[in-house]
């Protein structure tokens, strides 16, 4: 049970960047279809790079709600790692697993 | 059995400011222990240090003696009201409540006035509601130690009359630390009471020490 409420509390924190993160999956997923492999390089590094941008702006904007996950128990290298790496995953799996619906 | 939190050794600095040199605080369970001081005095970067979310040049912050770096992250022993909201503004009072473990009765019997359901999302509600419901979530969690920064800011003379009666009730149950401008309702609650100035912290004897240091005009009450 408290394993599963950790989990329910770090998919509010993905929340608060998910919409632009997956919107940016689905152009990224676009393109590869389009292009293939070879740019799937320059694909990761946009999404890097809108990950890493994300990252930035939400530990300014979003700088105060930090603590209610600290009360909670979670830092913030918890949060990011868990969410960051979730989130590439998704990616990667999306891209390489999902097949052409172009 | 009593547990105890200390800080001592705080070394804070901005810039060539020196903010905290020479802190002491004890804090045990069972007692209300205040902190007062004029504004810009460090009493915010201080409980932001206990807790540690602020870093600084040194400091050492123990539990029951045995020291402990980032004292939040130990599981069941510190939570924090910061002097700013702090939930996601998303989130519905129902959702806060679970993530907390607490009981909505309690909350709805203790502050009936308050108008607040628990469908209610956090940016629905006014400040002062939002605020009430960021210090009762605070106050009633399961912690042994509370830290309390500014917890009757926002918040109607009625229900900070209740808030105080609930820090006395759960007193009983963890240590609570708070500090905030309305220094007569932490006079009244405190079992000691400390006093930041010049970087350092005093522990007040009585009341009229407030008066010598230079903070209140306690013959004014």
Same mark, same amino acid.
């Given at each position: 049970m408290k394993i599963l409420g950790t989990i329910r509390i770090i998919f509010t924190f993905y929340k608060t960047f998910f919409l632009l993160n997956m919107a940016t999956t689905m152009v990224c997923l676009l393109l590869f279809w389009q292009y293939?492999?070879?740019?799937f390089f320059q694909l990761l590094m946009l999404k890097s790079i809108v990950l890493g941008l994300s990252c930035y702006f939400i530990r300014i904007y979003?700088?105060?709600?930090f603590i209610y996950y600290n009360n909670l128990g979670l830092s913030e290298t918890l949060l990011w790692s868990s969410t960051l790496v979730f989130d590439l995953i998704i990616y990667l799996l999306l891209l390489t697993k999902i097949p052409r619906l172009l | 059995m009593k547990h105890v939190l200390e800080a001592d050794g705080i070394q804070l600095e901005f810039g060539l400011r020196k903010i905290l040199s020479d802190v002491y605080i004890s804090c045990e369970t069972g007692t209300i222990t205040g902190l007062l001081g004029r504004n810009g005095s460090g009493k915010s970067c201080l409980m932001n240090i206990i807790y540690g979310v602020l870093r600084c040049n040194d400091k050492s912050i123990r539990f029951d003696h045995h020291k402990i770096?980032?004292?939040?992250?130990?599981?069941?022993l510190i939570k924090f009201l910061p002097?700013?909201?702090?939930?996601?503004?998303?989130?519905s009072v129902k959702r806060i409540f679970l993530d907390f473990g607490l009981d909505w009765k309690d909350f709805e019997e203790r502050f009936? =006035?308050?108008?607040?359901?628990?469908?209610?999302?956090?940016?629905?509600?006014?400040g002062g509601q939002r605020r009430l419901i960021e210090v009762y979530i605070i106050l009633a969690s399961h912690a042994q130690f509370v830290l309390l920064d =500014?917890?009757?800011?926002?918040?109607?003379p009625l229900d900070i009359e209740k808030i105080k009666k609930m820090m006395l009730e759960e007193k009983y149950r963890k240590g609570i630390f708070l500090t905030d401008h309305m220094y007569k309702h932490i006079v009244d609650l405190s079992d000691h009471l400390y006093l930041l100035k010049d970087g350092k912290t005093w522990l007040t004897r009585s009341s009229s020490d407030l008066e010598t240091h230079g903070y209140a005009l306690m013959g004014k009450r």
């Open positions: 293939g492999w070879s740019i979003k700088k105060k709600e | 770096s980032i004292p939040y992250s130990k599981p069941g002097q700013h909201h702090f939930v996601p503004k998303s989130l009936s =006035e308050s108008s607040i359901h628990n469908t209610h999302r956090m940016m629905d509600l006014s =500014e917890p009757f800011t926002h918040i109607m």
